[in-house]
């Protein structure tokens, strides 16, 4: 059974920094794009990083170009987003998802796996 699982979220002040995880079970993710994605309330989910499966990195949201960045970690089937300067605007439900081909895309109808999300606010 496919599953990703997100973890790191929470509260920390503006200025602060995250590290996200998430963990892949039932496939093996060395092969696939895995994008992340967030969702704030009342707005729609969107695209903010991806990084395909030869460890290319694409940034779908201009404003956390230079204080996010992703990687995986092929031995422990893991990806991380981690999040530096924290914003209040970047408040919002992070999910992580997988394709199931190599490379990525920063639509979520692309994305064939999806983890359950994790909360992640910032604020003073």
């Known amino acids: 059974q496919v599953q990703l699982v997100e973890s790191g979220g929470g509260l920390v002040q503006p200025g602060g920094s995250l590290r996200l995880s998430c963990a892949a079970s039932g496939f093996t993710l060395d092969y696939y794009a895995i994008g992340w994605f967030r969702q704030a309330p009342g707005k729609e989910r969107e695209g903010v990083l991806c990084i395909s499966s030869d460890d290319l990195s694409t940034y779908y949201a201009d404003s956390v170009k230079g204080r996010f960045t992703i990687s995986r970690d092929n031995a422990k089937n893991t990806v991380y987003l981690q999040m530096d300067s924290l914003k209040p605007e970047d408040t919002a439900v992070y999910y992580c998802?997988?394709?199931?081909?190599?490379?990525?895309?920063?639509?979520?109808?692309?994305?064939?796996?999806w983890g359950q999300g994790t909360q992640v606010t910032v604020s003073s």
């Open positions: 998802a997988s394709r199931t081909v190599p490379h990525c895309s920063g639509l979520t109808g692309r994305y064939n796996y």
